[in-house]
């Protein structure tokens, strides 16, 4: 259980919370009070963390749940307070609001800013189909179905209440210019999520849009199930402007005084379009004549620039929104079309608007998400390259440390404060190490084990699927004997993330009887654990991860059964969880430099598990001369950098090469030298999780958020931003 053991006695009945919008169940009145006093104090000294997706599944981390079941609190004589409890521990926990990295990353960041009692909310919106459900078949690919879920049967969302009748669900209202001079006023409602901190004494809350309602316009509801949909440009459009618009008229009905609002990735720009508007309107009145002048608006659009804190996330093309012209210009304001030819003309396409490059100009500050990415980002903009910053990601420690790992380090005297201080690691005293690489081990051997039986559970089901459904199960391994499935202690690496091409899944199989050979001549056993998605309308990404169930016979065959390459369908945070704690080592094998920073790596070396890996995004940073993992593959100098992610740019072989040249190394090391593997696993731990921690990482940005802390959390946000400088040149 990941929790601190002197947590006080629980009162559950002291877990009810209310206030004008609701009743809800997770913190106390007096926490719950202070936050909700923080985000409408009138000096607006809070943050609206604004993201397309977040992921942050209660199934994964969930504090008050492991409290309960620890306290054995688990029914009440109180039938309403039973009832909140039974849902509670008993209900369904995900909430598929996330297709990826962005989306965990702000979740993350949330849990961090609620542990370390940071003023802030954060605003996505609520899809009813998630993202999507993946189904794969060995024949097929993938199959991508709605996820099934609703918010009405979630226990830890709920519906704010409207406080003129409590009775009805809060409606708010949101303007849509489909090209009138007036608005159209769309309604939503409002779901929140409480991202409760580690010690249950501060929260963030996340409110979901939800605009799924029986009347709304057909074009309001086709876009509003599913993350990403991208079946027409429109529909993206409107996606967009669901989210950006919302932004002012959620904090307005709320009593929301945020002075900033953080952009995590451009989704939700078009606030800026609603704040320049609202700016001309009181400099020049309501209905402001078109005889005001470029000048007048672009003065406009400097004054409200102080209001937003931009992180770009990607160079990958996909990741940053263009419309067309004419088609933007049917669906907005007069005003906009203005404001937006001033400021989101495209340098390459004058006939599209590019929303990134209306981030780029509108902000006090612009950090990308790693040190190599802060140098590919200012070569992509060179325009902005005086503005751009590095803030390296990180991941929630507590949320990604595995439960054997967590008991691990409680048992070492000098980690006592690990939850609350990830620093502590970089102070493991010399005489502690040989307990704590023995109690690592033990724990890694069984977080290996449960990974395992994982899968041989998920190889058993795929084969009594297939004889009642018309699947093909995905995997090779499930037509032959239990005794050839996997075993533990097998050296074990894994690769899960969204398939991108630009990722590159399929690298290492590039020359299957070259990999084979290895493992042949050394008799070498070797499983390879891959899973993710690609976008329903990625055709090349879908393609990749069909090669990957195309290998699995053929490295079998070729490597005489040593090579089991195994796929686990339905990718998400639970399986990335088991996956980063019971590997033995993390591949990343993306295209430098378009990883911009990647996440699952740090996952991973939260558990000390190292990571082999191209020098891309964060590893650069990670690797520290070889003492933590290893690396492979191109990596020339970023002003050469070729940004293109055409297949041919892509550098298959050459990478691949550098690969097979590498890999017996690391698993000589691992099955003759174990020591030596160990010793790379516990500088995981005392290099990598004082930095790749996102306590540290928010406190980065909490600078940038030029926010007044009280002096306990300024200290606590000092040290942390003590741990590491993301800012710092490279090389
Ligand atoms: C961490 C995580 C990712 C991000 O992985 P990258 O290597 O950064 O691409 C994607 N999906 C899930 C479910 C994750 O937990």
Not at 150 to 173: C, H, K, N, V, Y
Not at 271 to 288: D, R
Not at 335 to 359: C, K, V
């Amino acid at each position: 259980m990941n929790l601190p053991s002197t947590t006080a006695h629980l009162h559950p009945e002291e877990l009810i919370s209310s206030n004008r919008f609701g009743t809800f169940f997770g913190v106390t009145q007096q926490v719950f009070d202070t936050v909700w006093k923080n985000l409408t104090n009138s000096a607006g000294n809070s943050v609206a963390y604004v993201s397309m997706e977040i992921g942050a599944d209660p199934d994964v981390f969930h504090p008050l749940k492991d409290l309960l079941e620890q306290q054995n609190i688990s029914e009440s004589s109180d039938p309403k307070l039973n009832a909140l409890l039974q849902k509670y521990l008993y209900g369904p926990r995900k909430i598929p609001n996330y297709s990826g990295g962005l989306g965990v990353l702000a979740g993350d960041t949330l849990k961090s800013f609620a542990d370390t009692h940071i003023p802030a909310l954060a605003i996505s919106l609520l899809y009813r189909e998630g993202y999507f459900s993946q189904i794969v078949d060995s024949k097929v690919g993938q199959i991508d179905h709605a996820t099934c879920w609703t918010p009405e049967g979630t226990p830890t969302l709920f519906q704010l209440r409207d406080p003129q009748s409590p009775d009805q669900p809060l409606t708010i209202a949101i303007p849509f210019y489909n090209g009138q001079h007036k608005p159209t006023l769309i309604k939503a409602q409002v779901w929140m999520k409480m991202e409760i901190a580690g010690r249950l004494d501060y929260f963030v809350p996340e409110f979901l849009l939800d605009y799924s309602l029986p009347d709304a316009p057909v074009w309001i509801r086709e876009s509003a199930h599913q993350l990403y949909n991208a079946k027409s440009i429109i529909i993206k459009a409107n996606q967009r402007r669901m989210l950006g618009s919302a932004i002012l008229p959620l904090l307005d009905s709320l009593g929301f005084t945020c002075g900033t609002i953080h952009l995590n990735e451009q989704h939700g720009v078009t606030v800026s379009l609603h704040l320049i508007l609202q700016e001309l309107q009181n400099t020049f009145g309501e209905t402001f004549p078109e005889t005001i002048t470029d000048d007048d608006v672009l003065a406009a659009a400097e004054r409200v620039s102080h209001k937003i804190v931009y992180t770009i996330h990607t160079p990958v093309k996909a990741g940053h929104d263009r419309f067309a012209r004419d088609v933007y210009s049917a669906i907005s304001h007069k005003a906009f079309q203005r404001i937006l030819n001033l400021l989101a003309h495209d340098e390459e396409t004058i006939h599209e608007y590019n929303f990134t490059a209306m981030a780029m100009r509108i902000n006090r500050a612009i950090n990308s998400v790693s040190r190599l990415h802060r140098d590919v980002t200012k070569k992509q903009f060179p325009a902005f390259s005086h503005k751009i910053k590095a803030i390296t990601n990180g991941v929630h420690h507590l949320t990604w440390i595995s439960e054997n790992r967590a008991c691990c380090f409680d048992q070492t005297p000098s980690l006592q404060n690990w939850r609350d201080d990830p620093g502590c690691f970089v102070s493991t005293p010399n005489h502690e190490l040989p307990l704590l690489a023995s109690a690592l081990q033990d724990a890694w051997n069984r977080d290996n084990r449960l990974l395992i039986g994982y899968i041989n559970a998920m190889l058993r089901s795929h084969r009594e699927e297939m004889v009642e459904t018309w699947i093909d199960p995905p995997n090779y391994l499930s037509s032959l004997p239990e005794s050839d499935w996997l075993q533990p202690g097998v050296f074990t690496i894994g690769f899960a993330r969204r398939f991108s091409t630009y990722k590159r899944a399929d690298l290492i199989f590039d020359d299957i009887g070259r990999l084979s050979d290895i493992l042949i001549k050394n008799n070498w056993p070797v499983n390879f654990l891959f899973a993710g998605k690609a976008h329903p309308a990625d055709e090349p990404g879908k393609y990749v991860l069909k090669l990957i169930l195309d290998n699995q016979e053929e490295l079998y065959q070729r490597s005489n059964g040593l090579g089991k390459l195994i796929f686990i369908p339905g990718y998400d945070m639970h399986v990335a969880k088991l996956m980063v704690a019971g590997v033995h080592a993390w591949l990343n094998s993306p295209k430098r430099p378009l990883e911009a920073s990647g996440t699952s790596g740090m996952k991973a070396a939260m558990n000390g598990v190292p990571n082999i890996s191209i020098m891309d995004g964060w590893w650069v940073e990670g690797y520290h001369d070889g003492q933590t993992g290893w690396k492979f593959g191109y990596e020339g100098p970023v002003d050469d950098a070729d940004l293109s992610e055409d297949p041919d740019a892509l550098l298959y072989s050459e990478d691949a090469s550098a690969f097979y040249e590498l890999l017996p190394s690391v698993l000589g090391m691992f099955y003759a030298q174990p020591q030596q593997y160990l010793a790379r696993a516990l500088n995981n731990l005392r290099l990598n999780i004082p930095i790749f921690n996102t306590h540290r990482m928010a406190a980065e940005y909490i600078e940038q958020y030029g926010l007044q802390l009280d002096p306990q959390t300024q200290d606590t946000i000092d040290r942390f931003r003590s741990l590491y400088q993301s800012e710092q040149s490279l090389g």
